[in-house]
């Protein structure tokens, strides 16, 4: 039961109500100058959405006075040998880590294409053709691939809350039913529709994220077997990336909405996240108030 008039530290009662909480974090915005902090938005994705990972912030660095002042001012890490970079990523996601990538740490031979680090060349094509019909299909389908225009000096991931540096992207992973309700968001809020996911065959977190920074394109995309193999994702779950300039209009029109319809939930409208999840309109699970 509530505790009434007991005085508390945090207001844990609020923090449960979801549409109380989602006036709250849309006061700090009017606070802020009509904007919700990063951490607002982790906040908003882990309480109304229960997205359990931290959604990460990606920087590529092109200008060297600007890593040089990220490497003076900034605590970071580094990787002891060459990992992927979906590790990269999962560090950050899951570890709360804020990493430097370089090339030379850079183990995995598709993201160095897709990061500009490398040309295209015969093992990179050797590379998809578990995937594709023969050598002419597969180099092909690599050419199709987006690529950044120029070779990055280096690039960064962190937390988006702790994030040191403003991102060019985020990146994220959830499950479907959450990344449907991301996505519904994005559309809203950018009036679009409908959403166009794109997948590719490999490089789903690496040639994900510069394909959003190129195209400047929110997408929810499969992983692929690399990354789930070393990018963590034993459970089944999906990327969504979206431009860091997007994300704050996408999750400020989920909290307006929460506040418009009493909950977060889109099967069942009006109900916290994911709602009650049985067959619609199912005629034996319902209930009515108790009559005293």
Known sequence: MTDVGVSKAIDTDMY???????????ENAEQNGGKLSDSDIVFTLRNLLKMKYYPVAVKYFFDQAELDAFKENVEFKTALKPITFCAYVAASRQGGEVLLGTADKMGCANAKFVLNWKQIDDAEIKSHLKY????????RFVKTKKRLAKEPLAFATAPLHKAPFTPDLIHGMCDTLQSYHLG???NAAFDNHPLQNIMTM??????????????????????????????KTEQGEINWIMPYTQMEPTVHWMLERTVRDGGVSFPRTGE??????????CPFLTFKKYKK
């Not at 449960?16 to 849309?26: H, P, S």
Request: aromatic share 10%.
């Open 184 to 186: 519904n968001d994005w």
């Open 272 to 281: 916290t996240y994911p709602g009650f999840d049985i067959c619609k309109l």
């Open 16 to 26: 449960m109500d979801d549409v109380e909480l989602a006036k709250r974090l849309l």
């Open 132 to 139: 594709t019909k023969d050598w002419d299909q597969a180099e």
């Open 202 to 231: 490999n490089s789903s977190i690496c040639h994900g994220c510069v394909q959003c920074h190129v195209t400047q394109k929110f997408n929810i995309t499969q992983m692929c077997s690399s990354s789930y193999t070393a990018g």
